[in-house]
């Protein structure tokens, strides 16, 4: 199959719901009337967000994952990545970075440097004094942040993916434009609008204003605008050839001052900006945007681009542009099914996982191992109604409600879900009062990590016991949306879209945490059983918007995996370096590519194939539908799994992988295993090694 592609397969929602031996709940509910809220708390290791956004936006709930979130946390001096440009701010300046790019064997990083420092010269008397020293956030959409100064009469439109930094000077004042590079050249057109600035780092910077102002030299390092009112563009001419000078000219008039993605229809996003100025709009697209963008609405300029960690950056130009993702087929059992003749083997390894399921009480109180417990029974439900087992089903229903049911009705002395309305959004009774609880959800981390392993419990059970699933709608409803809510003004609990990243198109994971690299997500297998437990729900209780929603991001997650993480022999869109040593990206930063992982150095291979591979479920074979690349990851992962102390768990995945293109070698070693990660089960394997199988017989 071709690389970076997802197997296309078809199936509407009316045909899946015909295909289906599923119970189908006619929805009584709107998911987004009146939404369930678990009782409030007051967390006492949350950040304060008042300090960062204006008064307007702390009634609404607030990002907690999100492009800017270093501008909101701590002294929100740390910078992000915009696309082409790391921005930083302090109380009174914002600097611009265009990043350096490194790379060895191990990783790929981007580096901050303040090229340009944007600040102003005198403040403003008109100012209450006590808000004049904050910078803040007044505003953001998907796509775009602004940022208020307040006492120096600047407002910085900030836009993902554009080529310019565009910043509003609302009364005259002296605006200094500063570097700590050697300013070996400035000078100005002949209207005084447009400034050219050439640095000792071999960078051409272009300033345009909005009216003829003069830019005088008023330090070796410096250049200072003087009395001046109006906008201002700052570029980086990404390139020698006069092209890119004339393409930034032509384009300077209009800026975008927000952007919004929003879902048009199935396995389609939109982008829309909306801009001041004349012409047309210039921005920037990465790889996997022009995968899939559609030009009805928009003009790809090939030969204007940005360098970036994630790709060169193409110039499109159009204030609107459709995305259409691939069709993914969310269903509930493999895709072309078991052959009857593999039910035995499949069978009697069920019997053996439910007896033991049945007789083995959950002891851990950890979010994120109940949840992959849960959704471990889920897999055995359907499991079993894949190979005619059914006489197992009632037992596993029994397991399921005991062990979801205390964490929605708050009856679960370990732990337990709560609301924090500072954020908008749920947290659990221990990470609370302690950030390293539950791998830090206290904080916002991993949320749809944790809330998906449960969303598809919830999701199998209310399929399975339709009554149960009316009973306990709200409280499902009301997980989903922490991390899937898509931002309706009748459902206020909750932020839009809380991992998911609409410029780049897949979630991240660090919650309210600085890091100077940016956001970072590691397992994009567990992101994508998120989206896809989502959808399912959305079949269980018959919603089609939730079922549309989860399975677009389900998809679009599914091929940014295949862009970022998924390192293919002979790539170019990593370094040689890089791409010689790694099959797979272990954490990916906005700002760096590692071949470690959180909890494992590079050379654990295993590791990192697995983590970038569970749960194993009927998604699964979307996600890895490269036989090719199956092959090169195995094969590069195999040789690590005679370490010393290399646990069976991590074997089992391996050797999953393997199954797709060597199934009867991977089915003798997963016979052989004497153990299994405590999210997956000899059935599981099992399962998932025969419906493999069955397309080759």
């Known amino acids: 199959m071709a690389n970076n592609n997802i197997t296309t397969y078809g199936f509407s929602f009316a045909l899946i719901i015909c295909m289906s031996a599923f119970s189908l709940i006619p929805e009584t509910t709107s998911s987004s009337s009146s939404p369930f809220q678990f009782p409030p708390t007051q967390s006492t290791i949350l950040p304060e967000p008042s300090s960062f956004f204006s008064p307007n936006l702390l009634s609404t709930p607030l990002p907690t994952n999100s492009f800017f979130q270093n501008f909101a946390l701590n002294n929100g001096d740390k910078p992000e990545y915009f696309h082409p440009y790391s921005i930083n701010s302090s109380s009174s300046s914002l600097s611009l970075s265009y990043p350096s790019l490194s790379s060895t064997s191990a990783f790929i990083s981007q580096t901050f440097a303040p090229d340009l420092t944007i600040y102003a010269s005198q403040t403003s008397t008109n100012i209450d004094a006590a808000n004049s020293s904050r910078r803040v956030i007044s505003g953001f959409t998907d796509l775009s942040v602004t940022l208020d100064f307040p006492s120096s009469n600047l407002r910085f439109f900030l ?43 071999n960078q051409t ?26 906008t201002i563009r700052i570029a980086l001419v990404p390139g020698s050839d006069p092209k890119y000078e004339s393409i930034l000219d032509r384009f300077s008039y209009a800026y975008p001052v927000s952007g919004e993605a929003v879902f048009t229809k199935s396995f389609t996003l939109e982008y829309k900006w909306v801009k001041y100025g004349q012409g047309d709009l210039l921005m920037l697209a990465h790889p996997l945007h022009l995968q899939i963008l559609s030009n009805a609405n928009a003009t790809v300029l090939d030969d204007f681009m940005y360098k970036s960690i994630d790709g060169d950056l193409v110039g499109v130009v159009g204030d609107s542009w459709e995305l259409r993702s691939h069709n993914v087929s969310v269903t509930w059992h493999s895709i072309e099914g078991v052959k009857q003749g593999s039910y035995p083997e499949i069978v009697s ?15 851990t109180a950890s979010s994120y191992f109940y949840g992959k417990l849960v959704a471990r029974a889920a897999r055995l439900a359907l499991i079993a109604e894949e190979v005619d087992c059914l006489d197992v089903v009632p037992a596993i229903k029994k397991y399921l ?12 002395s370990g732990n337990g879900f709560l609301y924090d309305p500072k954020w908008g959004g749920l947290l659990t009774k221990q990470g609370s009062t302690d950030r390293g609880a539950d791998f830090g959800f206290g904080v916002y981390n991993d949320h749809h990590y944790h809330l998906g392993y449960f969303v598809y419990g919830i999701s199998v059970l209310a399929k399975i016991d339709p009554a149960w699933g009316i009973k306990y709608k709200a409280q499902a409803y009301s997980l989903a949306a922490d991390f899937i809510n898509l931002g309706n003004q009748s459902n206020s609990n909750y932020p839009k879209l809380r991992c998911f990243d609409m410029y780049t198109l897949h979630s991240w994971a660090g919650g309210l945490t600085e890091f100077g690299d940016g956001r970072n997500q590691e397992s994009t297998s567990e992101a994508v059983n998120a989206y896809y437990s989502a959808a399912l729900m959305g079949l269980a209780y018959g919603d089609t918007n939730l079922f549309d929603s989860g ?25 040689e370096a890089f ?7 272990g954490v990916s930063w906005a700002n760096k590519r590692d071949s470690g992982l959180w909890f494992a150095p590079p050379e654990a291979k295993e590791m990192r194939l697995g983590i970038q591979l569970l749960p194993i479920s009927p998604i699964t074979e979307i996600l890895f539908s490269d036989d090719g690349f199956a092959k090169e990851i195995v094969e590069w992962a195999l040789p690590s799994l005679s370490r010393e102390g290399v646990e069976e768990g991590w074997k089992g995945f391996v050797y999953a992988l393997q199954g797709i293109y060597d199934k009867d070698g991977a089915l003798e070693k997963i016979r052989s295993l004497t153990g299994f990660d405590d999210g997956n089960s000899l059935t599981n394997l099992l399962w998932w090694i025969h419906s493999r199988i069955l397309g080759s017989q």
């Open 349 to 363: 390894a069920l019997r053996h996982d439910v007896e033991v399921l049945s007789s083995t009480p959950i002891t």
């Open 159 to 201: 836009a993902r993916g554009s080529p310019y930094v565009t910043c509003n000077v609302s009364s005259p004042t002296a605006v200094s434009v500063s570097t700590i590079h050697a300013i070996l050249e400035s000078y100005s057109s002949n209207s005084n609008t447009k400034f050219i600035v050439q640095l000792n780092n």
């Open 551 to 575: 399975s677009m991001l389900t998809a679009l997650e599914i091929q940014a995996a295949q862009m970022w993480w998924h390192v293919r022999e002979g790539d170019t869109l990593y370094e």
């Open 579 to 585: 791409t010689k040593e790694n099959r797979i990206v």
């Open 401 to 412: 409600m005991d062990a979801i049911e205390p964490w929605l009705d708050g009856t679960f």
């Open 205 to 230: 910077w272009v300033l345009y204003t909005s009216s003829p102002s003069n830019l005088t030299r008023s330090s070796p390092s410096t250049l200072t605008f003087d009395g001046y009112s109006g």
